[in-house]
Each structure stands twice: as structure tokens, then as C-alpha cells.
């Protein structure tokens, strides 16, 4: 079996004990038997097998598979409550909608994805070897207001996926700043052979807990109060513009955040269904610029 399948088969498994909760081996060898990824036809999982696949998604997942002789020798996910890994999280809703999708091929073109542009993956899989190994990339990158390619090595903190397009947050070798790389606009990426220590207090969620969208900013936390609408407001309440979001009064959202451009840019995106109330400086801001919009159409 491939290093691919078999990668493919441990999710497989923990999507399904997270999907059904729990499950005895009869039951698992049961969904198995139907499964795409069962190319062998088999009728069941060989129980040194099973006992690899546990311990392997122990290991490179940190999920806790165990049996409950109590409650009939059921497999159950011991640590679901803490299973808050955003890249488990992204990897096991795509595999759930692979899985859909090839066990539902009759309505396959009946279900519309969002598309990722593929420069974003060609180089996805040595960043994240390099993430794994802690191993310096060397890169050539030409952001769209750049004259032409450069080429450097630079630390990889972590990946973040935003707005259909993954990008690296990492640490220039030669001057130490901190960038982030959109992986659509890399022209090269390779691994050198060079180690580097991460910071013991890195924190990816929590460096980019302060913002919206992709791009960190070296601005202050301000409270941002808006004003929306009734169609607004009840899309901000089923889906958060940002963990801080709480209502202070009908239609009123706060937020404690860093007003990054990509957060503004989320505001403009809501046209007249909002205002912004506090602070001034935004307020006006987007004042201006709805202004500039209606004279372009003059």
C-alpha cells in the first residue's frame, strides 16, 4: 500500500468515529467493506492492522483511539474534546466531501466547491516537510508590486488558509522580518538541509488571533463597533466575523481586533447593510471610500 493510502485510511477512521461517535470493530470493518479506499475488496480490517492504524493516528494526529469493554467493546475518539487542531480540522472536512462525493457519483456534478488556484498547492507539500523538519526553505517570490522574482531563505512558522489561497508566515534568514508568503505567487520553494529552532512560544492561532483575514498588521487592538441591518445581522450572528464578535445591543457588533485591511475590506464587502460606529477614524474612512465608488459610476 502506498504512503498515500495508507495516510488516507487513518483519516478514514477518524472521520468515521468522529462522524458516528462510536463504533465496535463489526461495525467499523462493516463501514470498511463499503469504502472506496477498500481497493482490495476486503471483508474486514486484520487486527494488527487495526492496532497499526491506531497507533499511527496517535502518533501523527495526537487522537486517542480506545476501546470501552463497559459499553460493548465500542471504539470511541478518548480526547474529541480537545481535537481543536485547525489543520485536522481543514483535512478531515476535506476528506469528508471527497468521501461524499465518491460514494454519491450520480449527483458529483450537482455539488459546487470552491475553487483553490493549483500554484497554491505545487509547492504545498515540501512546505509542509519543511514545517514537519523544522527545515529552511529557500524561496523565489514576486508579489504582485514587485519588478521581478527574488530569491531567499527564510524560517516556516506555519500555513494559513484564507480567501481560496494558502500562505506562510515565516522568517526572512537575512533580515529576520516576519512575512507572510501567499503560495500562488511563488515561483520556487525548495528544502536545504539547514535546521532552525522554532520559538518555544510560537503560537500560530494565537498570533493570528487579533485579525481578520490573512494579512498581520503592526497596528494597536481597538474596539470596532457596527450598526447593520436586519438581513445582516442575522448572517453575522450564524457565522462570526471574528471570535471576539459579541452583540452589545439589537443589530450593535463589537469586535476586539487589529483593523487589518482585510478586515476593512470585510466591512466594505457588506455595503449599506452596516455603518460603522466607533472608532471615528474607520468610520470616515469608509465614508471616503464609498464615496470614491459612487463617483467612479458618475
Known sequence: MTPTATFRRYL????LLNRYISLTREQIDYEWEKSYLNYNGEKEIPRRTFCRMLDAIRDIFEVDIVCSKKDGNVYYIENRDDMDNSALRYMLQ????????????????RIVLEDVPSQSNQYLQKIVEALSDNLILQ????????????TFD????????????????SKRVDNGNMRLFALDRMQDAQKTKRHFNLPDDFDANEYFRRYVGAMPEDKPIEQVVIKANEFRSNYLRSLPLHHSQ????????????????DFIQELRAMGADIVV???Q??????????????KAYR
Open 246 to 261: 459579541h452583540e452589545i445591543d439589537e443589530g450593535v457588533f463589537e469586535y476586539t481586533i487589529v483593523p487589518t485591511a
Open 12 to 15: 478514514w477512521l477518524v472521520d
Open 281 to 294: 477614524w474607520l468610520a470616515k474612512q469608509m465614508k471616503e471610500d464609498a464615496q470614491k465608488v459612487l
Open 139 to 150: 524561496i523565489t517570490y514576486q508579489g504582485f508590486t514587485m519588478q521581478r522574482a527574488y
Open 94 to 109: 476535506l476528506f469528508s466531501i471527497s468521501n461524499l462525493l465518491h460514494e454519491s457519483k450520480r449527483i458529483k456534478s
Open 277 to 279: 460606529v466607533e472608532p
Open 154 to 169: 527564510v524560517k516556516p512558522y506555519c500555513l494559513r488558509y484564507y480567501g481560496q489561497r494558502w500562505y506562510l508566515l
